[in-house]
T-cell receptor
Framework: AQSVTQLGSHVSVSEGALVLLRCNYSSSVPPYLFWYVQYPNQGLQLLLKYTTGATLVKGINGFEAEFKKSETSFHLTKPSAHMSDAAEYFCAVSGLGNNDMRFGAGTRLTVKP | KAGVTQTPRYLIKTRGQQVTLSCSPISGHRSVSWYQQTPGQGLQFLFEYFSETQRNKGNFPGRFSGRQFSNSRSEMNVSTLELGDSALYLC???FGSGGYEQYFGPGTRLTVT
């Protein structure tokens, strides 16, 4: 069975500072990993995904994530936070052959001016 | 390309009633998945339909059911509503099943009184 754990339900950074949102996964098979963002009263928007190949994945809005098999991690980073990045971020994992996506509990990112 | 649409966006029902939610996927997408989002339980997978067949089902009671039509549009039904069914129900579509990006609709906010 696959699962993800997001470390930190709330993260607060200053505008222009590094954003680091942590995600660890558990999977008995090679996982597909995703990061989604949710703004208030909206659905989820895909930021990036890892399936196979390059372990450093670049996504939209300047976000990127690195798949580290040895650490079972898939942390999300952005070099410089913008006020518009304030939202809830979800890490998710799915396995081969299905779209049964398991989400983490989410991390709420606050960006201070 | 139009995104995933869900109708209705908001719904208020009484305990014991039943409800049907609708989802129209992105054109060309054959997989539709449903998720329930609540503050307490987070995002939970309900089921996935691919080419009119249910591929996977999450850990929900039989009161939750769904179907997919030949045009890939999907409906989910909840019978005998309980207060705990109050949630945001999200539909996601993808081209295929397994490792494909899932694109989410804005959700249907269901309130059970």
């Amino acid at each position: 069975a696959q699962s993800v754990t997001q470390l930190g339900s709330h993260v607060s950074v200053s505008e222009g500072a590094l954003v680091l949102l942590r995600c660890n996964y558990s999977s008995s098979v090679p996982p597909y990993l995703f990061w989604y963002v949710q703004y208030p009263n909206q659905g989820l928007q895909l930021l990036l995904k890892y399936t196979t190949g390059a372990t450093l994945v670049k996504g939209i809005n300047g976000f990127e994530a690195e798949f580290k098999k040895s650490e079972t991690s898939f942390h999300l980073t952005k070099p410089s936070a913008h006020m518009s990045d304030a939202a809830e971020y979800f890490c998710a994992v799915s396995g081969l052959g299905n779209n049964d996506m398991r989400f983490g509990a989410g991390t709420r990112l606050t960006v201070k001016p | 390309k139009a995104g995933v649409t869900q109708t209705p966006r908001y719904l208020i029902k009484t305990r014991g009633q039943q409800v049907t939610l609708s989802c129209s996927p992105i054109s060309g997408h054959r997989s539709v998945s449903w998720y329930q989002q609540t503050p307490g339980q987070g995002l939970q997978f309900l089921f996935e339909y691919f080419s009119e067949t249910q591929r996977n089902k999450g850990n929900f009671p039989g009161r939750f059911s769904g179907r997919q039509f030949s045009n890939s549009r999907s409906e989910m039904n909840v019978s005998t509503l309980e207060l705990g069914d109050s949630a945001l129900y999200l539909c996601a579509s993808s081209f295929g099943s397994g490792g494909y990006e899932q694109y989410f609709g804005p959700g249907t906010r269901l309130t059970v009184t």
